[in-house]
Each structure stands twice: as C-alpha cells, then as structure tokens.
C-alpha cells in the first residue's frame, strides 16, 4: 500500500507537484494521465525517490521513505520501476541484465538468478535473446526485457514511466500485452501514459493531473465517460 | 707539488640508489621478491613499510658509499656481474681485508655522498672525492691516497698545452667540480658548464666548445676510445691546488685513523699502486673506432644482458604507476562528482597542484622529504611509482571524471531503482561504460607514462635509460646505447597499443 501525503515538488522556482494526497491499495493498478508537463512523471519518480520531494510524507508498506533514517535502498528493492528509454546496461547481456541485481543485491547463486531470468524471459515471449546484447534488440524487446529485469527483483509494486512513448507503432501492442498480463495477476502498479484506450481497459483507476495538481481521481468508465472537472474535459476532447 | 682536482658527475639532486651490493653476493635490491613487493606496496599506498639492505655474515660491515659513474675509480661492470668495480673499490677492499672488515658497497648519487655519511646510511665514502674547505665542515677525511692531475681534452687537430693557450677559447667543465675553478682563471674564456662527461665530450666533438678541462683518468678513457680526440696534461702550477682524493668519513669517526694506518700499509708494500695500475692499463684497453658519427653497434654485445634487464623494471614501473595512478584518478573521480564539498574541494586542489608543478620536481620531493618527513628511507623504484602514480591520477581523475559524465544519466537511475548500492553500481555498471567511452585516452596515458619512466633515472632507478647513461660512460660511446633503448622503448610502446586494441575490439563486442 503507498500513502500519499501533501507531497510537493519544486525545481528552482517552479513548483512541479503541488499538495497531492492519495493512496493507493495494494493489488490496485493506476493510470497516471495528463498533459505534457503536469508533473504525471515526476509523482512517479518521488515514489522510489528518484526525486526527493521538497514537503510532504510518502509511505509504502509502511515504511516512511521521506524519513531520512529508511534505507531507501533496500525499499527501492521491492519496487520495480520500468523507463520510457528502457535504461538496460549495455555493457551485459540480456540473461546478465536480469541476473544482476538478484546476484549482487539479493544474494542469489549465478545459477538461481539464471534459471529465473530464463522464467521471465519466457513470460516476456524473448526466450531466446537470452545471450544477446541490448544493442541487439528492437524497441520493444528492450521494453520487455526492461519489465522483466525489473521483475526479477520480485517487487509488489511496478512503477511505468511512459513505457511506450519511445516506441514504434508496431511495437507498442506487444509491451502493452505484457503490462496487462502483469496487471491481472494482482500487482500494485503505476503506470504513466498516453495510450488512451490502454488506460481504460487495464486500469482499476485513473488519475489526471494538470499543473502539479491531482485534479481528478475516478474509475476509467466514469472518467473517460462523465470527467467531473472541466480541465480533464478539456484534455479528453483533445486525445481522444 | 702536482695539480688535483675532483671532477665528478654531479647530477642536481641525490639519494641512495638502487645500487647495492654485497660482497658475498649480487646486487641485492633487485630480486623478484623485492620486487613484488614494492608492486604490492605501491599498489596498497603502505608508505610507510618496506625493506632496507642488511648485511650478513659475522665479520663486522662497514658500508662504503659510492657513486659508480666515474671509470677507472667506480663505474659498474655492466658486462659482467653487474657488480660496482673500480679502482677505488679495489683499495676499499684491500683496507677492509687488512682491518677484518666485511665490506658492503651501496650506490648512491656523488651529491647524497655527504648526506648518507650524515646520515649514517654509510660508514664512509670513496668516491674520487677531493678535500674542499666545504666539505671539512660536514665530514672528517683520510690522508690523500691519490692524486689526479687536470688536463685539457681537444680535437686532435688542436694543440693546447696550457691554460694560459686556452684564453678566449670556448672551455668546456662539469658543473659543481673544481675545474670550474680552474677555468675561472683563464682570461676572455667562454665558460660552457655540462651536467655530465659524455655530454662535453660529444660538444667537443660537433665543435661547439674548443677544449675542455677533465682529469687524467677521464681524459684517458675518451680520448682511447675517440681516437679524433687528444689530451695534454696541464703543467705543474697552473692553478695548483694541492688536492687529491681522499676517504670521506663521518665527523668524529674512530675509523679515521685505522684507515691512514692502513693506507700508509698499502703503500709501503706497493699494493696501492698495482691496483692504480692496473685500473689504468683497463682504460688503455678500452678501443674505439675512428671519430665522426660513425656508429658501431658491436660495442654493445656485451652490454646486451645488462641493458635488457631494464625492459624489466622499466615495465615494472610503469605497470605500477598506471595501476596506483588509474586507482587513485579513479577515487578522485568520484570525489569529484560527489556532493560532498570538502571531497570535492580536495579533489579539485589536488588535481590543480599536481598538473600545476613539473613531474620531475614531484618525483625529487618525494625521494628526497619522505626520509626526512617520515623518517622512512623511501626505495628509488617506489618514490618513482609513487610520484608518477599521484602525478598521473590528477590527469586520469579528469578524463574519468569525463567518462563517467558521458555515461548515459538513466543507468544510474536504473540501477538505483533496482536498489544496487552505490558502490555496486559504480563499480559495475558505470565504470565499465566510462573505462570503454575513454580508453583511447586511457592508452595514451600509459604509452607516456612508459616514455616518461625515463626521468626516474634522475634519482638512479635501473631503468632502460639509466642503464644507457651506464652504458655510455662505459664505452666513452655517446649514441650507440642511447639509439638502442630508443627502439626498445618504441618497441613497448607499439606492443602497449597492439594490447590496446585487443582490448578495445573485446570492449565492443556489446556493440
């Protein structure tokens, strides 16, 4: 479960996210929507504190993570986060990039983390570009290796920036395929983005934030049926 | 009353060198053993630990100080054994036999003769040393136990017999040797003062002084072995100065006196001078070829043995000093990018000091202030690995630094979000990128510090260069051995970038 309490963002002057409170229950999958520049990633990356939150209380399972004295690290563990730019470590093969962290962080044997990498490669459909490099991947099978890297920590909650933003066409429907299988199995996920139709299908709730502000909070159907506030109509007539 | 005069290699600065020798063995300070462990020490930064020679035996040693640069009376038998020979070792010898002495001989820079005695790293000192009115106030001396005489050395096709010839004449003399005094006294002469022997023998040679002053023995060996050149003794009482070389000891030593009664013993039996003799007969041995820049590269046969054993600790050092210099650059790095001040004030200054002030003056300060600083007689090769290693992390710390900043912001990110710790990360996903974004830059810092190694010769590390200095004094030959450690060198290198570029395909295979 992630608590949310009047938590505010600022850059310099301008103030990125302003008094957002919320909370997000386990198993609950959220779609984070909204113009350009309202803040959506920057909520997101101050929930694994990727941005440190200027005011304001973030707790997940609760553990305090604006409290200095948690050990941010360790809670980023059981938190998964997947980039718009995938983010994959070049340097090491597909197999190598999901082993990595379960080796060096959880203390997995090679082996372990091997066999386990190979599970979720074959859940992510790219079984066999296990010894590949990234550089050796299209866009989407680097999304979906990204998903699966972030997996292999076995978080509870995913955390989605955009994750089909970089994409082709073509390649956005087998990422969404693969959030969506992970959606149904129960996992707390965030997930920003700007595929309309995905939101509404997959998504338990949507948030729509406009300026910094966390403007409407609703189910899809209701959301993208009947918006309560003008700004989020507004937007609607826009992109859909 | 016969003219002495010292006239010794005066390098600028020195220190006890590399040069030990026992014996009742070979050189001793260059063993593997030893050797790994300086790698070791360097490596780990442990200062303040390390080895210092130790005699064996159980005949009392005395350790006499020389500076093995000055054929016939100390130079290193760089043919053979490897050993310190000479005429000065010889009476050296022939004293500790008739008093029951073991004697061991460390090698050392003429100018920290004086500062060992000090020091008392050496009981005392034969160096073709002459009595100054300085130097009495600093150390107690023998009797005279031999008398050179000043010449003056010209192409053969000039013909000066005194000083008074040489007036208006461009005169050659070693910096810091009393010939400087000697041609002071010449009127209208163009003083030219070289650091080292060959150097003024090869600027009589392309013409660019007229004549220099040496003395008898060195006179000998170079015009034997540069048959375009000739030497006359200077006359008696041109500028006497009633010196001669005596044993250096330190101030209030009680082996003063066993030493003059043991001299006087030589010469009474006539021992002292067989050994003069004989050390004079092996200059006259000495051939060379005609002058000019004609190169003969068969006087090098028999220096081959000594020479390439300074591939070895040429590349010992560099590999040392690359190593500690990409640990260090790499902390410094880090340092740099951190958040907090007080590292990165530090990392800043520091790399601003040691790009700001010559190498060279780095590497002295180390040898010679960490003895008395830290009361820790620093080795030659580990001042040497030390200074090269602190001096290039400065550079590498910004090309790191550079490389780490071209690494991709979001691996950083990632890696965070998978809660690695920051040491992890560093070490295994951000290094990785950045060593491969600067490798080319990463080669061409070892390619010079392989090329600049040779400035450690200054302070008498036994690496390539300094084996031809040897080498060339040996031979009274300016090119050969020079020419020679050049295509060694340039040999490493190109091997060090072949290496180079092995490394660089592997690195590129994730490409």
Request: include cysteine; glycine fraction near 8%; proline fraction near 4%.
């Amino acid at each position: 479960m992630i608590n949310v309490e009047h938590l505010s963002k600022t850059f310099g002057k301008q103030e990125v996210l302003h008094d957002i409170s919320t909370t997000i229950e386990s198993g609950e999958v959220v779609a984070v929507i909204g113009p350009s520049g309202s803040g959506k990633s920057t909520f997101l990356r101050c929930l694994n504190l990727l941005e440190v939150p200027t005011s304001g209380r973030i707790t997940i399972n609760g553990a305090d993570i604006t409290d200095k004295k948690t050990d941010i690290t360790k809670v980023r563990q059981g938190i998964g986060m997947v980039f718009q730019h995938f983010h994959l470590f070049p340097h090491m093969t597909v197999i190598e990039n999901l082993a990595f962290a379960p080796v060096k962080v959880k203390g997995l044997t090679a082996e372990e983390a091997r066999s386990k990498g190979k599970v979720l490669l074959e859940r992510v459909g790219l079984r066999d570009k296990a010894d590949a490099y990234p550089s050796k991947l299209s866009g989407g099978q680097k999304q979906r290796v990204a998903i699966a890297r972030s997996l292999a920590m076995d978080p509870d909650i995913m955390l989605f920036d955009e994750p089909t933003s970089a994409l082709d066409p073509e390649m956005v429907k087998e990422v969404l395929a693969v959030i969506r299988d992970l959606a149904s199995t129960g996992m707390t996920m965030l997930i920003v983005t700007h595929e309309m139709n995905f939101a509404r299908e997959a998504a338990d709730t949507i948030y729509f934030l406009d300026g910094g502000r966390l403007v409407e909070k609703a189910e899809p159907e209701r959301f993208f049926t009947r918006p309560q506030h003008e700004r989020a109509a507004r937007f609607l007539e826009k992109v859909l | 009353m016969s003219i002495t005069f010292p006239c010794r290699n005066f390098a600028l600065f020195s220190g006890p060198v590399c040069e030990v020798i026992s014996y009742s063995g070979y050189i001793t300070c260059m063993t593997n053993t030893r050797m790994s462990t300086i790698i070791v020490v360097a490596i780990l930064l442990l200062v303040f630990s390390g080895s210092s020679s130790s005699a064996e035996g159980a005949k009392k040693t005395i350790v006499m100080g020389t500076s093995p640069d000055y054929a016939p009376y100390e130079s290193v038998d760089a043919k053979g054994s490897g050993e310190i020979v000479g005429l000065d070792i010889d009476i050296a010898k022939a004293i500790a036999d008739k008093l029951g002495y073991e004697l061991q001989i460390s090698g050392m820079d003429f100018n920290s003769l004086i500062a060992a005695l000090q020091t008392g790293r050496v009981d005392f000192v034969m160096s073709a040393m002459s009595v100054t009115d300085e130097r009495k106030q600093s150390v107690d001396f023998s009797k005279v136990y031999y008398v050179a005489r000043n010449t003056i050395i010209s192409k053969a096709n000039h013909n000066y017999g005194t000083l008074e010839e040489l007036s208006g004449k461009r005169i050659g003399v070693q910096l810091g040797s009393t010939q400087e005094t000697v041609a002071a006294s010449i009127k209208n002469a163009e003083i030219k003062k070289l650091n080292k022997i060959p150097d003024m023998i090869q600027e009589i040679k392309s013409g660019r002084i007229d004549a220099a002053i040496v003395e008898d023995a060195v006179a000998l060996g170079n015009t034997t072995a540069n048959p375009d050149l000739k030497f006359t003794m200077i006359p008696s009482g041109d500028g006497d100065e009633d010196q001669g070389y005596s044993v250096a000891f330190p101030k209030g030593s009680p082996l003063v006196d066993e030493f003059n009664e043991a001299l006087q013993e030589l010469e009474a039996s006539g021992e002292k001078e067989a050994i003069v003799t004989k050390w004079f007969d092996s200059i006259m041995a000495t051939t060379g070829p005609a002058g000019g820049l004609n190169l003969d590269f068969t006087i090098l046969r028999d220096y081959m043995n000594y020479m390439m054993k300074g591939i070895y600790v040429t590349l010992l050092f560099t590999l040392v000093s690359a190593l500690f210099g990409f640990v260090w650059g790499a902390i410094l790095s880090l340092f740099k990018i951190s958040h907090v001040r007080p590292l990165q004030w530090f990392a800043t200054a520091y790399t601003s000091v040691f790009r700001g002030t010559p190498l060279l003056l780095q590497l002295f300060l180390i040898y010679f202030a960490t003895p008395q600083l830290l009361d820790y007689d620093i080795s030659p090769l580990l001042a040497a690995g030390l200074a090269f290693g602190l001096n290039s992390a400065a550079y590498l710390s910004e090309t790191i630094r550079a490389g780490i900043m071209a690494v991709d912001r979001g691996q950083r990110e990632a890696a965070m979000a998978l809660g690695i710790p920051y040491r992890t990360m560093m070490i295994s996903i951000i290094f990785p990128q950045a060593v491969k974004n600067i490798l080319p830059a990463l080669v061409n810092e070892c390619v010079a510090l392989l090329k600049e190694s040779s400035l450690v010769s200054v302070i008498g590390v036994q690496d390539l260069m300094r084996r031809a200095t040897v080498v060339q004094a040996n031979t009274y030959r300016a090119f050969e051995a020079l020419l020679f450690v050049g295509v060694i060198y340039y040999v490493l290198v190109l091997i060090l970038t072949s290496l180079a570029r092995v490394l660089e395909r592997r690195l590129r295979r994730s490409d």
